[in-house]
């Protein structure tokens, strides 16, 4: 009887300090990666328009903060020379030169293209972490990690419905 007691009063604790910790965050304040963009086409694009355009893994993804199944995409197995584009407006988001085996399932890169990206403080598994989507389009591509290799010891770590791959 007292383990569900203990089990709500850790998710009452875990559930504060996340919102303690999303106060002092200012989510609502774009960083300047993504004020290039403000006035972007894309930023008017209404999600029934979203939904006609992507592939239904792909809205999910870019629109809603979905995340796909890992080991599914087939960019894991993508070694050309390249760029990934965000699979929503076709910004350029990493090259492939940038890009690692994580062992993760989803394709990852150690950096992104410079002014690519925005990020954000994500909460939804209950602990923060770092969130980046398209700059322009403001479409969910992952989030970031520090346990990636050098030079950066960053981890991006993608959805590959979130990119597409343009051959060098």
Same mark, same amino acid.
């Given at each position: 009887?007292?383990?569900? &007691? ?43 328009? /979203?939904?006609?355009?992507? $592939? ?7 629109? %809603?903060?979905?995340?796909?199944? $890992? =080991?599914?995409?087939? &960019? ?17 988001? =990493?090259?492939?030169?940038? *890009? ?5 399932? /989803? $394709? ?11 990020? *954000? ?11 980046? %989507? ?16 050098? $030079?950066?010891? *960053? ?14």
């Amino acid at each position: 009887m007292t383990q569900p &007691l203990i089990l709500s009063r850790r998710m009452l604790l875990l559930g504060g300090a996340a919102t303690a910790l999303a106060a002092c965050s200012s989510p609502g304040q774009a960083d300047a990666s993504e004020a290039q963009y403000a006035n972007s086409p894309f930023r008017r694009v209404t999600d029934a328009q /979203w939904r006609q355009r992507l $592939p239904a893994a792909s809205y999910n993804v870019l629109r %809603h903060e979905g995340t796909e199944r $890992p =080991f599914t995409s087939p &960019l894991n197995d993508e070694h050309r020379a390249g760029t990934f584009v965000c699979r929503g407006c076709e910004l350029p988001l =990493f090259q492939s030169r940038t *890009k690692f085996d994580s062992g993760t399932g /989803w $394709p990852s890169f150690y950096a992104p293209i410079d002014g690519a990206l925005g990020t *954000k403080q994500d909460f939804a598994i209950g602990i923060p972490r770092t969130e980046y %989507h398209c700059a322009r389009c403001l479409g969910h591509q992952g989030h970031v990690f520090d346990d990636g290799p050098r $030079p950066t010891g *960053k981890r991006y770590c993608n959805n590959g419905v979130s990119l597409s791959f343009r051959p060098a």
